[in-house]
């Protein structure tokens, strides 16, 4: 089976998505970029009951390669933040480029769409995506416009919100944009919290870059 590692890593990070509630039935969509291939989600296929043979293979122009099923919907989105990011390492801060992508229409982060142009640094936690986190304008899902605005609110990020629609996470693998997924999460629904309480405090850019630094060296090292 074809990038079969892939395929079964994305399975995984599916599995890991839904129980941790970021992904509920077929919402949602993942892909790892291998070479010039995509593995990438079908389209309407539960969770629960993807395989790994079910993940589409495709190339970077959409091509088919080894697809048994539809590719989602929002493959032009994979296709875009792929085409403009892939191997620059631009949007995934340093290191190297985008190489891994994990839509959600997580519940908070769905939300704090709906609300403004960018999830404010109200923690730094915002560090890990590069700063601010900004709200692509809305358009209809699986589009070119809403590809397009995606990777226009990606630039120099590694996460973005959706405007009414979800969340985007990148990363240089699987592992690193299901992580932020997590953080993502949490993050907005601190913002949600503290914001229906009061106003929150706010964090300096220079903070949030003094924290970026540190996180470059964060954990531990071979």
Same mark, same amino acid.
């Given at each position: 089976?074809?990038?079969?590692? %892939?395929?079964? %890593?994305? $399975? ?17 969509? +993942?892909? $790892? ?8 989600? *079908?389209?309407?296929? /539960?969770?629960? %009951? ?12 959409? !091509?088919?390669?080894? =697809? ?7 493959? *032009?989105?994979?296709? #875009? ?10 949007? @995934?801060? #340093?290191?190297?480029? !985008?190489?891994?992508?994990?839509? @959600?229409?997580?519940?908070?982060? @769905?939300?704090?769409? !709906?609300?403004? /142009?960018?999830?404010? *640094?109200?923690?730094?936690? +915002? ?5 601010? $986190?900004? +709200? ?16 226009? =609110?990606?630039?120099?990020? !590694? #996460?973005? &919100? ?26 907005? /629904? ?11 405090? &706010? ?5 949030? %870059? ?13």
């Amino acid at each position: 089976m074809l990038l079969e590692r %892939e395929r079964e %890593e994305i $399975v995984r990070a599916c599995r890991k998505l839904s129980a941790a509630g970021l992904m509920v039935g077929t919402a949602g969509n +993942v892909s $790892v970029l291998a070479g010039d291939l995509v593995a990438v989600t *079908p389209s309407g296929v /539960d969770y629960a %009951e993807l395989a790994a043979r079910d993940v589409g293979v495709h190339r970077l122009d959409g !091509t088919p390669v080894e =697809a048994p099923l539809a590719p989602t919907s929002e493959l *032009p989105l994979h296709l #875009a933040v792929y085409g403009a990011y892939a191997g620059t390492g631009a949007g @995934t801060g #340093a290191g190297p480029g !985008t190489a891994a992508i994990v839509h @959600t229409h997580s519940v908070a982060a @769905t939300a704090v769409a !709906t609300l403004g /142009d960018e999830l404010p *640094p109200i923690h730094y936690y +915002v560090a890990m995506f590069g700063g601010t $986190v900004r +709200v692509a304008p809305y358009a209809t899902y699986g589009t070119d416009e809403l590809a397009s605005n995606a990777v226009q =609110a990606l630039r120099g990020r !590694t #996460a973005c &919100l959706l405007g009414s629609h979800g969340a985007v996470t990148t990363g240089q693998d699987l592992k690193t944009a299901y992580d932020r997924s997590v953080y993502l999460e949490w993050v907005c /629904d601190v913002y949600l919290r503290a914001a229906a309480a009061g106003t929150p405090r &706010l964090l300096p850019p220079g903070e949030i %870059e003094a924290v970026a630094a540190k996180l470059a060296s964060y954990g531990q090292r071979p």
